[in-house]
């Protein structure tokens, strides 16, 4: 499994110009810079499932994955990052 750091809330790789930011303006060492800015999620009502929708769509459109295989690693990708699993984090959306 990949252990690069991803974001916690879409799964999207962490690196160099991704990092959302904390309400501090600090990098967020949890989340993306698309789904998380001044310490406050961009889209605070998605649900899960939506997030599991756009990963696997994603990896269909990037990846070449067929849609089952996507669903798939979407959904076990998706329940493990802190947003979506509370027993992942102590709950809290920042790090600072």
């Not at 110009?17 to 501090?24: A, L, M, P, R, V």
């Amino acid at each position: 499994m990949d252990e690069r750091p991803k974001c916690q809330s879409c799964g999207r790789l962490l690196e160099v110009g991704i990092y959302g930011t904390n309400t501090d303006e600090s990098p967020s060492s949890d989340y993306c810079k698309f789904c998380f800015e001044n310490g406050d999620f961009l889209e605070p009502n998605i649900s899960q499932e939506d997030m599991m929708g756009r990963m696997a769509a994603n990896l269909i459109d990037n990846e070449g994955m067929d849609r089952d295989q996507a669903e798939k690693q979407a959904r076990e990708i998706i329940s493990t990052l802190k947003r979506w699993n509370p027993s992942a984090s102590s709950g809290q959306a920042t790090d600072n």
